[in-house]
């Protein structure tokens, strides 16, 4: 699945992220789960790895708390 640029709000529903397109209301939605993580996360980071010509989300560390989503995908 390829995201374009752009702001999201981003649930859990059962074993999966939906993230919704602020822009034009369209979900998305792939496997991954919550975890506790290191923090307490002072903010919201989103880590990446390079894959050919995009960008793929590993891991989003939840500012403000110990949790991260990460993908199983």
Same mark, same amino acid.
């Given at each position: 699945?390829?995201? *374009? #640029?752009?702001? =999201?709000?981003?649930?859990?529903?059962?074993?999966?992220v939906?993230?919704?397109?602020? /822009?034009? #209301? +369209?979900? =998305?939605?792939?496997?991954? *789960? @919550? /975890?506790?993580?290191?923090?307490?996360?002072? +903010?919201?980071?989103?880590?990446?790895? +390079? +894959?050919?010509?995009?960008?793929?989300? %590993?891991? @989003? %560390?939840?500012?403000?708390?110990? %949790? *991260?989503l990460?993908?199983? /995908?």
């Amino acid at each position: 699945m390829l995201l *374009k #640029a752009g702001e =999201y709000t981003v649930k859990v529903q059962g074993s999966n992220v939906v993230f919704t397109s602020e /822009e034009t #209301a +369209k979900h =998305y939605s792939v496997p991954g *789960k @919550i /975890e506790k993580g290191s923090g307490p996360y002072r +903010k919201t980071v989103i880590e990446t790895t +390079k +894959k050919g010509d995009t960008d793929q989300i %590993d891991e @989003i %560390d939840l500012g403000g708390s110990s %949790d *991260k989503l990460t993908f199983t /995908e």
